[in-house]
């Protein structure tokens, strides 16, 4: 049996922020396009689901014009910035503006908008959405992914960072 804590224990919307921003991440932007517009916002929230399958996810804004059109699509590029890409993440982060204006575009096989000069680069196609509170849980299935040994963008405590150090080897089995 589970219990529900009382109410007043539920954090805050400020102090569960607070709490996710200590958890420092990369910084990508998933790009998209329906019947010939372009869409795409910066995201933090992209998380390996599986390897055999390669899957991943990405939470997006319920209702936001990247949600409604990767779901139409029902494909998406995942660009993963590196480091000098501060100012894209700022443009595809810019509530109700045409992320797209001005910018050149690479071209995936399947025709998708991707940026150029990214860290990487993951296409897929929508395997599942699924609702999650006021996101979307968008699950891909990956089709190809490319990767430069660039130094990524990090967010964390809501600025942008450079990794600092040449960091520590880590042991991956597999
Ligand atoms: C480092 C970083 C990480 C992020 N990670 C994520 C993430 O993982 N998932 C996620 O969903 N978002 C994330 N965001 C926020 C996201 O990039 C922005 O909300 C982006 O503008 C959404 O683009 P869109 O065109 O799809 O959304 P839009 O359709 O523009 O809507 C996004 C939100 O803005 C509101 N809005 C639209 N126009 C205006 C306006 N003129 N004034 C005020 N509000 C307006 C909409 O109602 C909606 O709530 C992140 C931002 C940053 C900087």
């Known amino acids: 049996m589970t219990v529900a804590p009382p109410a007043s224990a ?3 919307q400020h ?17 998209t396009e329906v019947e010939g517009a372009p869409q795409g916002m910066t995201i933090n929230s992209l998380t390996s689901l599986s390897v055999a399958p390669p899957m991943l996810l990405a939470c997006l804004e319920e209702g936001s014009r990247t949600a409604e059109a ?28 045409d992320h797209f204006e001005g910018l050149a575009v ?12 990214s860290g990487g680069r993951i ?17 891909g299935r ?7 040994p660039t130094s990524p963008l990090v967010f964390y405590r809501g600025r942008y960072h450079r990794l600092g150090s040449a960091g520590h ?6």
């Open 10 to 12: 539920v954090p805050d």
């Open 15 to 31: 102090t569960f922020r607070t709490v996710m921003g200590v958890f420092a991440t990369g910084v990508a932007v998933i790009t």
């Open 70 to 97: 990767v779901t139409r699509r029902g494909a998406f590029v995942i660009n993963l910035l590196t480091r000098g890409q501060t100012p894209l993440s700022d443009r595809f982060s810019r509530l109700g503006q």
């Open 106 to 117: 690479d071209r995936t096989d399947s025709g998708l908008p991707a940026l150029p000069g």
């Open 123 to 139: 296409e897929c196609e929508v395997d599942a959405v699924h609702p999650g509170g006021d996101h979307v849980i968008v699950v």
């Open 142 to 148: 990956v089709l190809a992914c490319t990767a430069a």
């Open 169 to 174: 080897d880590v042991a991956l089995s597999g």
